[in-house]
């Protein structure tokens, strides 16, 4: 029984049978389901995206159709192959973690495509539970915060020393990355990367900085990225 299970299923030119296609269809969705679970559950801090939770539903049964499709016909492959050559993806660049998803997703509905559905099931089930019991843990998260601060100061402070005072008493770390000049260089604008210390209190750190540049505008970034700086 479970040799057969194991074994993969024949997708030469022979037709597959309605029962062998809802067979695979249906544990391909379901690992799809999922795997979608446990991106959402991984994402709750970042607004999980429901058009990729969709996504992660969907791509398994697709990739497994297509599998079943192409089965070994070698002339039906490159045909496949031309035809995705006229399809172009243009999407900005995401997180890591997202393209671990998609990669995922593509293995299970290949081992599901080519027969080998409990295989598909037990790495999606160890995979998945893998990755919940890393995000439980904290693996691999800074336990400092890096924000961006954007400040205005006048053009007669001094702007290499006038904040040192402020930033050394809220931050474990800081870097001036920027200067710029606005109002016809009467003003300055800098932009800092720091490190905030454990339980900062932003409106205090804010009120210090406020005391320093003359009421000035202020920004703080609480999550910034590396494209922000």
């Not at 996504?55 to 089965?71: D, K, Q, R």
């Amino acid at each position: 029984m479970l040799d057969s299970i194991f074994s993969s299923t024949d997708t030469t030119d022979t037709l597959f049978s309605l029962p062998n296609l809802l067979l695979v269809l249906g544990i391909a969705l379901v690992l799809g389901l999922l795997i979608s679970i446990c991106y959402m559950k991984t994402h709750k801090d970042k607004c999980p995206s429901q058009s990729f939770a969709l996504t992660l539903v969907i791509l398994p049964a697709v990739i497994a159709i297509i599998i079943l499709l192409v089965g070994n016909n070698v002339a039906r492959a490159f045909s496949l192959a031309g035809v995705f050559t006229i399809v172009r993806f243009r999407s900005a660049p995401g997180d890591p973690k997202d393209i671990t998803y998609v990669l995922f997703t593509v293995a299970v509905g290949l081992a599901c495509g080519m027969g080998y559905l409990l295989y598909g099931v037990i790495a999606a089930a160890l995979l998945c539970g893998a990755i919940l019991i890393l995000e439980l843990c904290g693996f691999g998260k800074q336990k400092s915060i890096q924000k961006l601060l954007k400040i205005t100061i006048p053009e007669n402070l001094d702007y290499q020393n006038a904040l040192d005072g402020v930033l050394q008493k809220h931050t474990s770390s800081y870097q001036l990355n920027r200067i710029k000049t606005a109002d016809l260089g009467s003003l300055y604008e800098l932009q800092y990367a720091i490190t905030a210390k454990t339980n900062m209190d932003e409106k205090a750190f804010i009120d210090e900085l406020r005391c320093r540049n003359g009421n000035l505008n202020i920004t703080l970034v609480l999550h910034a990225q590396m494209g922000d700086y």
